[in-house]
């Protein structure tokens, strides 16, 4: 098992920053994934970012890229979404997730694990 706990989400005005954490506990081994999705009101939960533990490039959806950078640091069990540049649409809950494979997907359905959501707010 392992539990994913999120902080850092809140209200920012548009062209703000704000960074997302998700502190990981219990099998975190070697081979995990941690990605990032969002969820908005009436809307279907989305692919923000994705990252493998191991290393390699990181992933991004197209209306995050360049704003957003994902980042792990495994000596702390904690992934990180940098968010810059924000935008009103970006307002949503975040998740963190991860999945008990070394292989990055998109697709929300291939994680096994997942945070309680953090808020983020963007207002114009």
């Known amino acids: 098992q392992v539990q994913l706990v999120e902080s850092g989400g809140g209200l920012v005005q548009a062209g703000g920053s704000l960074r997302l954490s998700c502190a990981a506990s219990g099998r975190t081994s070697s081979g995990l994934t941690m990605g990032w999705f969002r969820q908005a009101p009436g809307k279907e939960r989305e692919f923000v970012a994705a990252?493998?533990?191991?290393?390699?490039?990181?992933y991004y959806a197209d209306s995050v890229k360049g704003r957003f950078t994902i980042s792990r640091e495994n000596a702390k069990n904690t992934g990180y979404l940098q968010m810059n540049t924000l935008k009103p649409e970006d307002t949503a809950i975040y998740y963190c997730a991860a999945r008990t494979s070394s292989i990055v997907t998109r697709q929300w359905y291939e994680y096994n694990y997942w945070g309680q959501g953090t808020q983020v707010t963007v207002s114009s």
């Open positions: 990252v493998s533990w191991i290393g390699g490039n990181p």
